[in-house]
């Protein structure tokens, strides 16, 4: 489940004891049903990397399992305050006619980097920030931060100033009504007790009736692919 939005992973990654499992394995499951959602396979090719988000360090992982520990990871930057919104001015660090793929890593690294220093314990997948010309900073991601301390000083010390020549804002992370909905479905008691706490949104804010339907991304208009 991802720890910042309390959603589930729809992809697994598999090692077979051979090439022809492997392919067989692709020949019977693509486009197959499973539970009512449809299987998409493919092999992997020789560049990848065994590891949690191809090979990247672990400990900036933004997954955790549907277990007492993982939702207690995924819940207690919350809980403790050391969970924040970091934004940056559009289109952010990194080239707009680069691929979506490179412009994310030139922004995280950057990212990266600049939070090290107050702690950082893991961040949200970062966002493509499509460069509107808005002013104002925009959301690149979340942050979680080792500590209480560290995220205190980093919005002290970075917001509202400039990282590498673009205004940056970092504050405290509100639960959207959204996210609350699917915390819920995870851990309904934990949601209860963020609820009691005033850290999340109250039962009368969430609309499950529109939070239950499917959710579809759509890049904005005369975006870059």
């Not at 890593?105 to 600049?114: E, F, K, P, Q, Y």
Request: proline share 7%; glycine share 6%; with cysteine.
């Amino acid at each position: 489940m991802d720890r910042f939005t309390f959603y589930n992973n729809c992809n697994a990654f598999v090692e077979l004891a051979n090439e022809e499992q492997a392919e067989r394995a692709v020949q019977l499951l693509q486009s197959n049903e499973s539970l009512g959602k449809q299987l998409y396979v493919k092999r992997l090719g020789p560049e990848y990397q065994w590891g949690l988000d191809n090979g990247k360090k672990y400990e900036l992982g933004h997954t955790v399992l549907i277990n007492d520990a993982g939702i207690e990871a995924a819940i207690q930057p919350i809980l403790d305050g050391r969970r924040l919104v970091f934004s940056v001015l559009p289109p952010a660090w990194a080239d707009l006619d680069a691929p979506i793929k490179i412009r994310n890593d030139i922004n995280r690294d950057i990212l990266v980097r600049t939070l090290k220093p107050f702690g950082l314990e893991s961040h949200s997948p970062i966002s493509p920030n499509w460069g509107d010309k808005k002013q104002n900073p925009r959301y690149l991601c979340f942050v979680d931060m080792k500590t209480k301390q560290g995220a205190d000083e980093a919005m002290r010390k970075l917001h509202d100033t400039t990282v590498k020549g673009l205004k940056v804002g970092l504050e405290q992370s509100r639960m959207a009504p959204w996210k609350a909905y699917q915390l819920g479905k995870a851990d309904k008691k934990m949601l209860e007790l963020l609820q009691k706490k005033g850290l999340a949104p109250p039962p009368e804010e969430i609309d499950e009736e529109q939070y239950s339907q499917p959710f579809v991304r759509k890049a904005p208009r005369g975006a870059r692919r």
